[in-house]
């Protein structure tokens, strides 16, 4: 079992930035690959980061590349994503997950364990 929870989400100006931080207790983590997704209103959970097991591969988004920066820390168990830029189109709840595997990957399916996620609203 791994428990996931997500902090740093609230309110921001459009091109604004934001650091979002997700803990994860339980398994090891160093053992799985971790990503970000987020869901808007109305819309459906799209992929945004994931990054391997040690930080050594991650990808992005199209949306997001440039932008968004995702890093682990695996000595706190702790994933972060850095957010700068940030539009209103990209006001959603932002949740983590732990990857089944080692690699990252883009695929939702792929991740079994989630957090409760972390609103983050971007005014225009």
């Known amino acids: 079992q791994v428990q996931l929870v997500e902090s740093g989400g609230g309110l921001v100006q459009a091109g604004g930035s934001l650091r979002l931080s997700c803990a994860a207790s339980?398994?090891?983590?160093?053992?799985?690959?971790m990503g970000w997704f987020r869901q808007g209103p109305g819309k459906e959970r799209e992929f945004v980061a994931a990054?391997?097991?040690?930080?050594?591969?991650?990808y992005y988004a199209d949306t997001v590349k440039g932008r968004f920066a995702m890093l682990r820390d695996n000595a706190k168990n702790t994933v972060y994503l850095q957010m700068n830029s940030l539009k209103p189109e990209e006001t959603a709840v932002y949740y983590c997950a732990a990857g089944t595997v080692v690699a990252a990957t883009r695929g939702a399916a792929e991740y079994a364990y989630w957090g409760q996620g972390t609103q983050v609203t971007v005014s225009s």
């Open positions: 339980g398994r090891t983590f160093s053992s799985y690959a």
């Open positions: 990054t391997s097991w040690n930080g050594g591969s991650t």
